[in-house]
């Protein structure tokens, strides 16, 4: 099956930008996303892309893919402190099915 | 809208005990999965459906089944509960390539 896999840890300074970043090996993946896990809660979907784009922007979110590598980056702008959580990569197969990475936990210094 | 909803909340059950999770979703998707999450390893595929009446294992599914008999809901079940079974579960659905998931049950075994 997919790897999916990302740094376990990130720290930054409110105010700063965050980049998140993942790598996969399955290039027939057909999309890629990011989700939002806050304590206690389920995953929220923060933003996905298709396979044969390299960047999507949503707000603060920017989103690049760069298949040839297979890598995927989550740049938060003007990070604040409600932005502390754990971030999930994952990506989706042919077969219609999710792999996750084991998420990166954000934390946002005031 | 209620989403993805899943009960119950919190369960503790004895080794060797049975019990089914139950999962809901009004938004007509297909799709269905079963995930677990369990610290550093992200989430694991147990099974999924693409289709009332249908259900296919993942990553991870022995010590579970499930049915799928009504389009809306996904049922899990433990025929007899193991402590490696101590985790929490979600639920999602997705269609076919938004996913969308519920709350979570933290179920411990002891």
């Known amino acids: 099956g997919e790897d999916v896999e990302q740094s376990l840890f990130l720290s930054v300074r409110e105010g700063d930008s965050s980049v998140i970043n993942c790598t996969y090996t399955?290039?027939?993946?057909?999309?890629l996303y990011w989700y939002k896990q806050e304590p206690g809660a389920g995953l929220q979907l923060l933003t996905y892309i298709f396979s044969n784009m390299d960047m999507k922007q949503d707000q603060r979110l920017t989103v690049l893919l760069n298949k040839k590598d297979k890598h995927l980056s989550l740049r938060i702008a003007d990070t604040q402190t409600g932005d502390s959580a754990i971030y999930f990569c994952a990506t989706l197969n042919t077969g219609n099915q999710f792999y996750f990475g084991t998420g990166t936990s954000l934390t946002v210094i005031p | 809208n209620a989403g993805v909803t899943q009960t119950p909340k919190f369960r503790v059950l004895k080794t060797g005990q049975s019990m089914t999770l139950l999962c809901a979703q009004d938004?007509?998707?297909?799709?269905m999965y079963w995930y677990r999450q369990d610290p550093g390893m992200g989430l694991r595929l147990i099974h999924y459906?693409?289709?009332?009446?249908?259900?296919a294992k993942g990553e991870v599914p022995d010590g579970y089944n499930v049915s799928r008999l009504k389009k809306q809901n996904f049922l899990l079940g433990l025929e007899s509960a193991a402590p490696s079974q101590t985790s929490v579960y979600f639920c999602a659905s997705s269609y076919p390539e938004e996913q969308y998931f519920g709350p979570g049950t933290r179920l411990t075994v002891t």
């Open positions: 399955d290039s027939s993946s057909t999309y």
């Open positions: 459906s693409v289709g009332e009446g249908t259900t």
């Open positions: 938004m007509n998707h297909e799709y």
